[in-house]
């Protein structure tokens, strides 16, 4: 007679080994990239459809832009149409969306329709650099600006540069950054003239060449300047804001009274205790603002004449070119996601509960 043998209980909170499907399905980072990829194929597909659903297709637009400004007969303009441009809007939608996503996973963007023989890749090469300086740039320095004087409020709560920073940072964030270009635009150059607008349009002068000097360093920054100065506006009073409430909140945590209390200097304490305890929970609003300050440079750049991205899709939806306009939005799209995504992994490197608190694995 055969006598089964039960098996011996686990021991008080232990775990089943997990297998190599859970431990898989329970990666932090695994779940993070999915998600993150799962997201861009969305985005990428609603993209695809909302820009046909535009009123007019490429050829549309070019054939009334032809009769419009050439006095040309619509016979005319469509033959020219059916000569210049490869794009068929007869073609069927989801014929479209396949050669898309097989692009997609080429890595190939496709090529503009408005100018042929040039691809989406090579234009966003060309215009993207432009953004990520004026864009990067302003938003260092709105950061640095906007966290120091968050620290300084909160010490000096109640205090005129609290009051002050508080109302002046809370009107420009109301202001819209396409908004406040008008203005500066209006007010700046055309009634008080102290803006040469004229000069500082685009993104360096006449006859500068591109090279690591000074002249083309600071030429290209002076034309950077007005769209630079519209982010940082509309920007540094938020950060100021939320670091004074990060840092109130530190402030009344017992180890920093603790380390009060042991006599330690007052900066080991600001900048060990209080300032790296109140940036945590910053790091991910600002990857994310990071992200979603690329997309909001459209209008601002097509204010001030500036070629980034933003000038490129204003362009490019104005001539329905299809392909140009997912390559942009795809190329904003993947910013704030990888932006969020390294928001993520940061904090859950910084503070493991948070990939833990998942259960994922560690």
Do not use: C
């Amino acid at each position: 007679m055969t006598v089964a043998v039960a098996p011996s209980p686990a021991p008080p909170g232990s775990r089943p080994p997990a297998t190599l499907g859970h431990r898989i399905y329970h990666s932090f980072i695994l779940r993070r990239l999915l998600r993150s990829a799962f997201v861009i194929w969305v985005v990428a597909s609603g993209v695809f459809l909302m820009v046909r659903l535009l009123p007019g297709n490429p050829v549309d637009v070019y054939i009334n832009q032809q009769i419009a400004l050439y006095g040309k007969s619509y016979e005319q303009a469509a033959t020219e149409a059916s000569t210049y441009f490869r794009f068929d809007p007869a073609t069927p939608i989801w014929r479209q969306y396949l050669d898309y996503l097989s692009g997609l996973v080429r890595g190939d963007l496709g090529t503009s329709i408005a100018t042929p023989g040039v691809t989406v890749t090579e234009k966003i090469a060309h215009y993207l650099p432009w953004t990520l300086y004026s864009v990067g740039l302003a938003l260092l320095i709105s950061i640095t600006i906007g966290l120091l004087l968050g620290m300084i409020m909160a010490y000096r709560r109640g205090g005129i540069l609290d009051h002050a920073v508080s109302v002046i940072g809370s009107g420009f964030h109301a202001i819209p950054n396409y908004l406040l270009a008008i203005l500066i635009v209006v007010v700046g150059a055309v009634q008080l003239g102290v803006i040469d607008y004229t000069r500082m349009r685009g993104n360096m002068s006449p006859g500068v060449t591109p090279e690591f000097s000074l002249r083309f360093l600071s030429d290209i920054g002076y034309h950077a300047t007005l769209p630079m100065v519209t982010y940082i506006l509309t920007t540094f009073g938020t950060w100021a804001l939320i670091m004074k409430a990060s840092t109130t909140q530190v402030l009344g945590e017992d180890y920093v009274t603790v380390a009060k209390a042991r006599g330690l200097r007052e900066s080991r304490i600001q900048t060990n205790y209080v300032g790296r305890n109140a940036l945590l929970p910053l790091i991910a609003q600002i990857a994310t603002q990071a992200g979603f300050i690329v997309g909001g440079a459209i209008f601002v750049e097509q204010t001030f004449s500036y070629e980034g991205v933003g000038l490129l899709l204003f362009e490019s939806i104005n001539a329905r070119d299809y392909p140009m306009i997912q390559g942009v939005l795809l190329v904003v799209t993947v910013t704030v996601v990888l932006a969020n995504l390294a928001a993520d992994l940061i904090n859950a490197a910084l503070d493991p509960r948070i990939r833990l608190g998942e259960g994922g694995a560690a």
